[in-house]
């Protein structure tokens, strides 16, 4: 049994470092561009229906946890498909890996809006752009796996975290715009660098 646990570990191992000199292909550009559209209309609808965000942060943050949620749900049922069908028996070694790589970025940004809120409500003007600095380095955390210049919109969320983060600074105040375009913008700009890259040409090996 000692042997056969060893055996069994060891496959595991082999098996998680193929995985992670392998490049992932489990996002596709048409899902990517979905979520931005998902930013998109979140944006004009909050831009509608409330008049003053600032005053009513419970629906300007739930609004955006929804659009959120749906996002990442997109994403999953997508790597979920397009993991199995690209990397077959690896698919489940990679879906790990790459939740793994994300993972602690999306909990911060629970986290961080969770205790903001309960403990320092008067700076929640800060959570948009310091969402979008955290989705930058998640994005910065999953290059090793994902085309090289998946950097260019990991660096566009970390220029337009610390902008948006100044310009509200001036009046503190929460704007759907401020969240919605550079999710827009960083979302195609995911989009357009799956769809164009080549997985066997511009990732890391």
């Known amino acids: 049994m000692r ?79 397009r993991s199995h069908r690209h990397h077959s028996g690896l698919a489940d070694a990679m879906i790990h890996q790459a939740v793994e790589q994300f993972l602690p970025a999306g909990v911060a940004g629970v986290l961080l809006a969770v205790v903001m809120w309960k403990f320092a409500s008067e700076t929640l003007w800060l959570l948009p752009g310091l969402w979008q600095i955290l989705v930058s380095l998640g994005i910065f955390a999953s290059v090793r796996s994902l085309p090289r210049s998946v950097a260019f919109a990991g660096a566009w969320y970390f220029v337009s975290g610390f902008a948006v983060v100044v310009l509200a600074s001036q009046t503190h105040m929460l704007s759907p715009w401020t969240m919605g375009l550079p999710f827009v913008i960083g979302q195609s700009v995911m989009a357009a660098i799956l769809y164009f890259a080549s997985g066997d040409n511009d990732v890391e090996d």
């Open 3 to 81: 042997d056969l646990d060893k055996a069994l570990a060891d496959i595991v191992a082999i098996r998680s470092q193929i995985a992670a000199g392998t490049a992932f292909r489990g996002y596709g550009p048409a899902t990517m561009a979905a979520t931005g559209a998902v930013a998109l209309v979140t944006a004009i609808l909050q831009f509608w229906l409330l008049g003053d965000p600032t005053g009513e942060p419970l629906g300007f943050f739930l609004g955006w946890f929804i659009a959120a949620a749906l996002s990442g749900l997109m994403i999953w049922i997508e790597m979920r498909a």
